[in-house]
């Protein structure tokens, strides 16, 4: 019997069980999809004119709003948090003891902080000296999201580019150097590209939860699409119903499409990465024919000749 990596090959009693097993787990994650869509017929939130809300044009306009809101957030917060990223994986492998020790207390700092706590604090300080920051003063929540998302995802896309610095292997870094390379040009020419093209699909899967986390804005009331969702789904009243069950089901599904969208990009990468091919291709080396030998003589006959020797070698 063949076996598995992480498991034996079942056999034909487990090969029943699992199926009775799937049988069963489908039919009960079924039954609550139904029971799900049967009490949200009861309260009333499949009636159309619920879900016709979203043909008012001060709805989309709003979701168009807070969408617009999100990617900018994303935008800005994603750059910054992959500069951030850099400059940290690079300062915590200096060979300066200050530089790496700081580095690696601000990484290990701002990573173990949760996130939301780091965006609330920056939001109360702004607030307090607004009138000393000027534009910062003047937005205070969006820079306090768009701070906190960048120091937070910095931290952590600075532990990504280290790791994949680090897995370059050690030969070719001893080569750059003996070719007369600079620390720097190392850095600049030979380690940051390889571990950027390897841990590529890991930074941007790392965007995606860049994208996820700015929905922590309407915490501090910043105007994003989760803000606007709880805005309208509070304030939007229909069947004396408010519906907060559509706003939630088409909100979420923007989430999702943008999220999606993200990773799909990190597969494409991925699978054109695996699909590239490195190297150079080393050319096959060929010996003499075997016509070109000469066999070795037996011993007294004649003078001796060492088996292997081409004929053109020979006085």
């Excluded at 060979?95 to 020790?101: E, M």
């Excluded at 699909?201 to 803000?227: A, R, W």
């Excluded at 494409?268 to 091919?277: L, M």
């Excluded at 050319?283 to 081409?310: H, N, R």
Aim: aromatic share 8%; net charge positive.
């Amino acid at each position: 019997m063949s076996s598995s990596v992480l498991y034996d090959t079942p056999g034909p009693k487990a090969r029943v069980r699992n199926r009775v097993y799937t049988v069963v787990g489908s039919a009960a994650v079924l039954a609550l999809i139904v029971f799900a869509v049967y009490r949200l017929n009861v309260k009333g939130q499949l009636e159309p004119e619920v879900w016709n809300i979203f043909n008012n044009a001060g709805v989309r306009a709003d979701i168009r709003d807070g969408l617009l809101s999100t990617l900018k957030v994303f935008a800005i917060a994603g750059l910054l948090s992959l500069v951030l990223g850099l400059l940290l994986a690079v300062a915590r492998l200096s060979d300066h003891k200050p530089v790496s020790l700081a580095a690696t207390w601000f990484i290990e700092l701002f990573r173990a902080i949760p996130l939301l706590i780091t965006i609330y604090a920056l939001w109360v300080v702004f607030l307090s000296y607004r009138d000393n920051l000027g534009p910062i003063g003047d937005n205070t929540a969006f820079w306090a999201l768009v701070i906190g998302l960048s120091v937070y995802n910095g931290c952590v896309q600075a532990e990504v580019l280290r790791a994949g610095i680090n897995a370059v292997p050690r030969g070719q870094v001893e080569a750059a150097y003996a070719l007369g390379l600079r620390k720097s040009q190392v850095m600049t020419m030979l380690l940051l590209p390889q571990a950027v093209r390897s841990m590529l699909p890991t930074v941007i899967s790392q965007l995606v939860v860049t994208l996820k986390d700015t929905s922590l804005g309407y915490i501090i009331l910043y105007p994003e699409l989760l803000f606007e969702a709880r805005e309208m789904a509070n304030n939007i009243i229909v069947n004396g119903e408010n519906p907060i069950t559509p706003v939630v089901i088409v909100v979420g599904a923007i989430y999702v499409t943008l999220c999606l969208a993200l990773a799909s990009l990190a597969s494409w990468i991925e699978r054109r990465g695996s699909r590239a091919k490195t190297g150079i291709a080393v050319a096959g080396t060929t010996g003499p024919e075997p016509s070109d030998m000469i066999p070795a003589q037996p011993a007294g006959e004649g003078p001796a000749v060492e088996a292997g020797v081409k004929k053109s070698d020979l006085p």
